[in-house]
Structures are given as structure tokens and as C-alpha cells.
């Protein structure tokens, strides 16, 4: 399976419009390559650089089988009209946040993508920790893509 947007590329910068320099909204992602018998796919976004450990960036789950992507602006409302499930994440908001490092060091924010075959039976806000625990066993096959952001 592969992750990409067509905004950055693997290991490069995410434009400040995805990062809270700009206005703070998801980036357009797409995939390709999901295995057989995909139910649902959900997707975290964290950066492990951060100064207190792992920063939780975006929790999006019970995505759609037939879906390829999401677009930019995904709204931070935590059922969407597809019936995406969005959860809380460490700015204690439900939907994207996205990077605000500290002034430094680039960070590297991860985007995992996961092809599950059932639907996480989860609610609005729930936490990373929520989802990978209600994966466990669920998952068919992952993709990730790897954008860096460092503030002046």
C-alpha cells in the first residue's frame, strides 16, 4: 500500500499552510495498493521529535473501504458525512492539528495509514491509544508518509 500528497513528498517540508504558521488545515493524502477484503482504514499522524514525547497530530478512523484519500481541509467535526470517525488529539481537539514545533530542529511528522478489515467500534474523541488497541488484529496492511517542519 502507498501513502502520498501531492503537496510534500517523503522526507520533505510540509508547507506552512498544514502547520499552525498558516492556516492549520489537513493536507490532501491519497492512496493506492489496499489489500483484499479492506473494511475500513484509519489513519494517525504523530511526531515522535516532540519535547515530551510522541505529540499526537490526527486520529481519523473508520474511513471507508472505498475510499483513496482524503482532501485537503478535512472539517474537525468528529462524525463526518462519509461516517469517518475523527478523535481527540494532543491539543485536546477532535480532527488535525497540525505541526507547531518548538523554534529549532526539524521535526518529523509521520502519517500512518492502516487497512483494517472491520470498523473500530469507537466514538468521536477517542485517542490514539483507543485506536491502536481496537486495531489489534484488524490490520491488513500500513503505509506511511514521513513530512518534516522546523520553525525559524
Request: hydrophobic content about 35%.
Amino acid at each position: 500500500m502507498k501513502l502520498i500528497s501531492t503537496e510534500f513528498s517523503g522526507g520533505s517540508p510540509i508547507p506552512v499552510r498544514y502547520t499552525c504558521d498558516g492556516p492549520d488545515v489537513s493536507p490532501p493524502l491519497s492512496w493506492s495498493d489496499a489489500p483484499d477484503g479492506v473494511v475500513s482504514f484509519a489513519l494517525i499522524c504523530d511526531d515522535p521529535d516532540a519535547p515530551a514525547g510522541t505529540w499526537v497530530h490526527w486520529v481519523i478512523f473508520n474511513i471507508p473501504a472505498d475510499a483513496d484519500g482524503l482532501p485537503e481541509g478535512v472539517p474537525t467535526e468528529g462524525v463526518l458525512a462519509d461516517g469517518s470517525v475523527q478523535g481527540i488529539n494532543d491539543f485536546r481537539r477532535v480532527g488535525y492539528g497540525g505541526p507547531c514545533p518548538p523554534r529549532g530542529k526539524p521535526h518529523r511528522y509521520y502519517f500512518k495509514l492502516y487497512a483494517l478489515d472491520a470498523r473500530l467500534e469507537l466514538g468521536a474523541g477517542a485517542t490514539k491509544r483507543d485506536v491502536l488497541r481496537a486495531m489489534e488484529g484488524h490490520v491488513l496492511a500500513e503505509a506511511q508518509l514521513m513530512g518534516t517542519y522546523r520553525r525559524g
